[in-house]
């Protein structure tokens, strides 16, 4: 058996995973790894539930092989809150309680980071252009805009 052995650095840590180059980061992660945090949701990179950060940029990864993440830094939601930006969101979800179902939060809040990390007083505007890519199937939008605004004030 020939083995695909690959070293990634996540949440800080060179981690080595076994798997085909081009196995989506999001199989490393929950299959290889049993980091199941980071969720599959449609599998065409349109619903966000799998977004990680990929040196700190939101990135799908169900559709980011683990060839294009080598040499890369990723965070996913199990290390996100080792930042202060992250730590102030999860603390503003649990604050204004947006998890509903909560299957697609952990890239809701993967991409909120990301959004506050970039830009410390964003508008409703940025919040919605930010979020877009983001699908909650419970709809709770106004709460999570409204996390978003509290983090900000907190890290203000």
């Given at each position: 058996m020939v083995r695909n052995m690959t070293t990634l650095n996540i949440n800080g840590k060179s981690v080595e995973v076994d798997a085909d180059p081009s196995t989506p980061v999001l199989w490393a992660l929950r299959d290889t790894l049993g980091m199941t945090g980071t969720k599959f949701g449609c599998g065409v990179a349109a619903c966000g539930a799998c977004t990680v950060h990929i040196n700190g940029q939101p990135t799908r990864s169900c559709v980011t092989p683990i060839a294009a993440a080598v040499g890369q830094k990723i965070t996913?939601?199990?290390?996100?809150?080792?930042?202060?930006?992250?730590k102030a969101v999860q603390a503003a979800w649990i604050a204004h309680d947006v998890a509903q179902?909560?299957?697609?939060?952990?890239?809701?809040?993967?991409?909120?980071?990301?959004?506050?990390?970039?830009?410390?007083?964003?508008?409703?505007?940025?919040?919605?252009?930010?979020?877009?890519?983001?699908?909650?199937?419970?709809?709770?939008?106004?709460?999570?805009?409204?996390?978003?605004?509290?983090a900000a004030k907190t890290l203000a």
């Amino acid at each position: 058996m020939v083995r695909n052995m690959t070293t990634l650095n996540i949440n800080g840590k060179s981690v080595e995973v076994d798997a085909d180059p081009s196995t989506p980061v999001l199989w490393a992660l929950r299959d290889t790894l049993g980091m199941t945090g980071t969720k599959f949701g449609c599998g065409v990179a349109a619903c966000g539930a799998c977004t990680v950060h990929i040196n700190g940029q939101p990135t799908r990864s169900c559709v980011t092989p683990i060839a294009a993440a080598v040499g890369q830094k990723i965070t996913t939601i199990e290390g996100i809150s080792n930042g202060r930006v992250g730590k102030a969101v999860q603390a503003a979800w649990i604050a204004h309680d947006v998890a509903q179902c909560g299957y697609c939060q952990s890239g809701q809040i993967m991409t909120a980071t990301a959004l506050l990390e970039g830009n410390k007083k964003p508008s409703d505007s940025d919040i919605d252009a930010a979020m877009a890519g983001n699908i909650c199937r419970c709809g709770t939008y106004q709460r999570i805009r409204a996390a978003i605004h509290s983090a900000a004030k907190t890290l203000a």
